[in-house]
Structure formats: C-alpha cells, structure tokens
C-alpha cells in the first residue's frame, strides 16, 4: 500500500518529461547534439525530483541520486531539492525534507538544492512560501534564481519576450525591496542558455532584447550554465565572452559560481575546465578558491545584500587577476 501511494504522488506531483523537449518549448535546436543535452539535463531534473517525492526515505532518494552520471547529478539533486520543498509545503508533512537533504548528501550539492527550492516556490501558491526552507542568508538568493529559471523556461512569453518583472516581489520579507528582481534575473539569464538552445550568438540577442539595466544579472546567469550545463565548444565561448563587452566579469563570475558548485560536489568535467580557463582564465579549483575567499562574512549593510557584495568582489578579483577586462 505505502510504495502504490509513493508511486500515486509521483504522478500527481511530478512534471511531465516531455516539457523538457525543445520543440514542446519552442526553443532554438543548434544542432542534435545540442538538444541531445538540454532535454537529458531536464530529464534528470525530473528523475530527481521524482527520486525525492517517491522515496521513503532521504537515505532512499541519496542512494538513487549517487548513481545519476558525473555530468548530471547537479541537476539530479536540484529536481530532489524541488520535490522535498514540494513534499514540505504538503499537509501532513514534516516540514524536514530539505533540511534532512542539506544535512545528507544533499549539503555537498546545496547551491543546487537551494535553486531547487526556487523552482518549488514557482510551483506553489504564495500563501505556502512560508514553509519553504532557505535559512541561510547568503544562499537563500539562490532560491530567487531558481524562480527566475522557472518562469522564463516555462513562462517564456511573458519573462522574456515580455521581458515582465514583479515590481513588489514578496519573498524574502526582511530583505531589500529593490534586490529580489536582480537575483531573478540572474535565473533568467540562465534560462537564456537553454531558450537560445545553446548557441551563443542566438543568446547574445535574446539577452540585448532588454533594458541594458538588466544585461549585467542575464551575462551572470548565461556565465554559469555555459559552465555548469555546456553546450558549447572553446570557440563559441569565446565568441560569447568577446561578445559580452563590458559585462566580462559578470560572466566570469557567474562561471565562478558554476566551478565551485562542480568543485565542492566532485563533479568537475572537461567542460568546466575550458569554460572557466575562456570566461575566468583560472581553473575550476581556482574559480572554487576565489569564491571562497570572496565570500562575505558579515551580515547585510547599507542595503545591499551579502549575496551582492559576493558577486561584486569575485567580478573584481577576477579582473584584478587579469582573468577578464572590464
């Protein structure tokens, strides 16, 4: 009986894979290749997200998570951080599975699990945000990229095309009124990767259809899924770094984030390697190492978020190395 009501909540809860198609969605196919690897990303999203909600217990859902592919598992523990923020907004729940996940082997992959809970928040009604776990300050941004994500892969019409930005975004509460739309945007831009079906030129376009205001938080968000997704060969990177003018260290930093996520999980690929040596030129382990250093270790001041102040200083460390020019 309890492993039939696993697999009813599977059905209920979780997504159908043929969402993660390119032609269901619209976006540009480059080549087979190319498709090959955005529709496998979304179908691992989905087995992962499907491991969380069926499994008895984390321990259950780890052990089929562990065995998802070096090149996946990222987004394998991102649909897991989905369906455990899903299951804890659920009544009857205990309200732990995220924290459960961050404290197993969920903690060596928490940046995923963090956007995770984002893509949960897209899917559930405001009133249940509340119930969402993202304790940690820093991170908790991660959460808002996630949601950006979301909406601009499943609402393209309205977040790119219509380019449409929530004017009093409600979540979090205690944070400035002005930043949430930047994290969003950072999701967004990521979005922009698969949208543009990983052809640099193509995404080059779409991020220079809105306000330059905006460019800055999408070159972040495309800079870390050409590094953490791939797609693309040294030379279109380098077209797309070349392309992205002024905005440079923004897309290091964003490649930043994608090495040390690789890093701290073990999951470091070849790609990785030549993403962050065109957009950073460091190696993914330096890339982790300037993170770390970077990160800030005070509270939020003069309004502006440690998450910001984070960015910020990565994009200027990786400049004053002369990894980029601004």
């Not at 009604?125 to 996630?146: E, T």
């Not at 950073?280 to 970077?294: K, L, Q």
């Amino acid at each position: 009986m309890a492993s039939a009501l696993r697999a009813l909540r599977r059905r209920i809860l979780t997504p159908d894979t043929s969402e993660t198609k390119l032609s269901v969605r619209g976006f540009y196919e480059k080549n087979a290749e190319a498709r090959e690897l955005l529709e496998t990303v979304g179908e691992t999203f989905l087995a992962g997200y499907a491991y969380a909600v069926e499994a008895r217990t984390i321990e259950e859902a780890e052990e089929r998570l562990e065995q998802v592919p070096t090149q996946f598992r990222g987004f394998a523990y991102e649909g897991a951080g989905m369906g455990f923020a899903v299951m804890d907004a659920l009544p009857f729940s205990s309200g732990r599975n995220v924290r459960d996940c961050l404290a197993g082997r969920g903690g060596e992959h928490i940046y995923m699990v963090y956007v995770g809970v984002g893509w949960a928040m897209a899917r559930l009604p405001k009133f249940l945000w509340s119930k969402m776990y993202a304790p940690d300050p820093l991170l908790r941004w991660l959460a808002l990229d996630g949601y950006g994500f979301h909406q601009a892969y499943f609402h393209t019409a309205k977040y790119v095309d219509g380019q449409y930005q929530d004017p009093d975004f409600p979540w979090p509460k205690d944070a400035p009124g002005w930043y949430p739309n930047h994290a969003i945007d950072q999701g967004i831009g990521r979005a922009l990767w698969f949208i543009g079906g990983t052809d640099p030129d193509r995404v080059t376009a779409l991020i220079r259809k809105f306000p330059e205001s905006r460019h800055a938080d999408l070159y972040a968000g495309t800079g870390l899924a050409a590094s953490y997704a791939c797609g693309a060969p040294e030379e279109e990177l380098v077209s797309f770094r070349d392309d992205a003018g002024v905005y440079r260290p923004n897309l290091a930093q964003g490649s930043v984030f994608a090495a040390e996520a690789r890093v701290r999980a073990g999951l470091v690929v070849p790609h990785t390697l030549t993403a962050t040596r065109v957009f950073c030129g460091v190696t993914p382990e330096e890339a982790a190492g300037i993170s770390a250093e970077a990160r800030p270790d005070q509270p939020d001041q003069g309004g502006v978020p440690a998450y910001e102040l984070w960015r910020q200083r990565i994009a200027d460390r990786i400049v004053s190395l002369g990894g980029v020019s601004p």
